[in-house]
């Protein structure tokens, strides 16, 4: 969704709505990027770029996850350092697969069915920051809970949220 790549530096991402889900419409459901899920909706590679205030929605079948079995990636931070993420809101969710009408008439009514059936969501386990080791000085806050951020705490600072049910 959004790619920083080659150093990109010192940018600031506040206050967007990030949705990713899957494609509800029947003609369209062959159509990718061609990314799996390791890659990350926001892939980050520079210094002292900003993330804050964000809403992340990640609502997908596991049976669509790619590699299969993995365990989605919000915001992966490839390389640079003195990156800031803090403050966002990252819901994660999957639906039991019912299978798609393919008589489905139009797009308009793949979208409504779709979000009709948020009665029907689980909790979806993520992995909501994902620093990787090229990468240091970061100070990730608020954005998800210790299980769900995974970075070298002795060169990167973390506070993470409470953990669910806590």
Same mark, same amino acid.
Request: proline share 4%; aromatic share 6%.
């Given at each position: 969704?959004?790619?920083?790549? @080659?150093?990109?530096?010192?940018? +600031?991402?506040? %206050?967007?709505?990030?949705?990713?889900?899957?494609?509800?419409?029947? &003609?369209?459901?062959?159509?990718? #990027?061609? +990314? @799996?899920?390791? *890659?990350?909706?926001?892939?980050? %590679?520079?210094?002292? #770029?900003?993330?804050? $205030?964000?809403?992340?929605?990640?609502?997908? @079948?596991?049976? *669509?996850?790619? &590699?299969?079995?993995?365990?989605?990636?919000?915001?992966?931070?490839?390389? !640079?350092?003195?990156? *800031?993420?803090?403050? #966002?809101?990252?819901?994660?969710?999957?639906? =039991? %697969?019912?299978?798609? @009408?393919? $008589?489905?008439?139009?797009?308009?009514? $793949?979208?409504? !069915? $779709?979000?009709?059936?948020?009665?029907?969501?689980?909790? +979806?386990?993520?992995?909501?920051?994902?620093?990787?080791?090229?990468? *240091?000085?970061?100070?990730? +806050?608020?954005?998800?809970?210790?299980?769900?951020?995974?970075?070298?705490?002795?060169? #990167?600072?973390?506070? =993470?949220?409470? %953990? &669910? !049910?806590?």
């Amino acid at each position: 969704m959004l790619v920083f790549k @080659d150093n990109c530096s010192e940018n +600031l991402v506040s %206050s967007n709505h990030f949705l990713r889900d899957h494609e509800p419409w029947p &003609p369209m459901q062959k159509y990718d #990027n061609g +990314l @799996d899920d390791l *890659y990350g909706l926001l892939y980050i %590679s520079g210094n002292n #770029n900003s993330v804050i $205030a964000n809403h992340i929605s990640e609502t997908i @079948d596991t049976q *669509y996850i790619t &590699p299969s079995g993995a365990t989605p990636v919000i915001i992966h931070v490839i390389s !640079g350092k003195g990156n *800031y993420i803090s403050d #966002n809101h990252i819901v994660a969710t999957s639906e =039991a %697969s019912e299978g798609q @009408d393919a $008589a489905e008439e139009s797009c308009f009514s $793949a979208q409504v !069915g $779709a979000l009709l059936t948020i009665d029907k969501l689980e909790t +979806l386990d993520v992995i909501t920051v994902l620093v990787e080791k090229e990468s *240091y000085q970061n100070t990730i +806050l608020d954005t998800g809970s210790d299980a769900q951020v995974v970075l070298d705490r002795s060169v #990167n600072a973390c506070r =993470a949220t409470p %953990s &669910p !049910g806590v």
